[in-house]
C-alpha cells in the first residue's frame, strides 16, 4: 500500500501563484511514476502533470507554459507549482503515485482561482 497526503491548495486570485506537494509512504519502490490529476465539477478529470522517478515530465495541455512538476526522490515527494492562475484551473487536485501495475490516488485538495 501507498499513502499520498497532500498539502498546499486553497484559494487565489487569478493571476496568482499555488503551489501543491505530495508525501508518498508505505511500500514505495524506485521506478514509479507521480502526478497530479484534477476534477472540476460537471468536467472529467483531466492530467494536469506527471512526473517519472527519473525526472521525465508531462504536461496536460492546461498546464503547458504556467505550471511546473517536480519531485524529490530522497523524500519521494511530488511538487506543483501553478502560475498564472485561471478560473478555470478550480478544480479538486489530486495527488496520483503509479507504479508495477498499481495506482493510488490521494484524498484531493481543493484549489479555487476567483476572476
Known amino acids: 500500500q501507498v499513502q499520498l497526503m497532500e498539502s498546499g491548495g486553497g484559494l487565489v486570485q487569478a493571476g496568482g501563484t499555488l503551489g501543491l506537494s505530495c508525501a508518498a509512504s508505505g511500500s514505495i519502490f524506485s521506478g514509479n511514476i507521480m502526478g497530479w490529476i484534477r476534477q472540476a465539477p460537471g468536467k472529467q478529470r483531466e492530467l494536469v502533470a506527471s512526473?517519472?522517478?527519473?525526472?521525465?515530465?508531462i504536461y496536460g495541455d492546461s498546464a503547458k507554459g504556467r505550471f511546473t512538476i517536480s519531485r524529490d526522490n530522497a523524500k519521494n515527494t511530488v511538487y506543483l507549482q501553478m502560475n498564472n492562475l485561471k478560473p478555470e484551473d478550480t478544480a479538486v487536485y489530486y495527488c496520483?503515485?503509479?507504479?508495477?501495475?498499481?495506482?493510488?490516488w490521494g484524498q484531493g485538495t481543493q484549489v479555487t482561482v476567483s476572476s
Open positions: 496520483t503515485w503509479t507504479g508495477r501495475g498499481l495506482e493510488y
Open positions: 512526473i517519472s522517478s527519473g525526472g521525465s515530465t
